[in-house]
């Protein structure tokens, strides 16, 4: 394999890991915030930010198990 494939490749993955991690942390920290003074405006800013984070993870996976059924 090429020097720069071997690097898109690891990139890929990292990227992929790092939306993952990215949108679990940002659910913790915004549920912290949420449960430190509750209120319903909280709450649903909550439930409308973990539904899209979900979408955008699972968009991303969708797409790399396209690319590496593909290769």
Same mark, same amino acid.
Do not use: N
């Given at each position: 394999? %090429? !020097?720069?494939?071997?690097? $898109? +490749? ?6 992929? $890991?790092?939306?993952? =991690? ?11 915030? =949420?449960?430190?003074? !509750?209120?319903?405006? @909280?709450?649903?800013?909550?439930? +409308?930010? =973990? ?9 991303? %996976? @969708?797409? $790399? %198990?396209? &690319?590496?059924? &593909? %290769?």
């Amino acid at each position: 394999m %090429e !020097p720069l494939t071997l690097v $898109r +490749i690891a990139l890929s993955v990292l990227t992929d $890991r790092l939306i993952t =991690v990215f949108a679990l942390s940002m659910s913790f920290a915004l549920a912290a915030w =949420v449960m430190y003074v !509750p209120s319903w405006d @909280r709450v649903v800013t909550f439930g +409308i930010f =973990v539904v899209f984070s979900y979408l955008v993870v699972q968009i991303k %996976e @969708r797409s $790399r %198990e396209k &690319a590496q059924s &593909a %290769e």
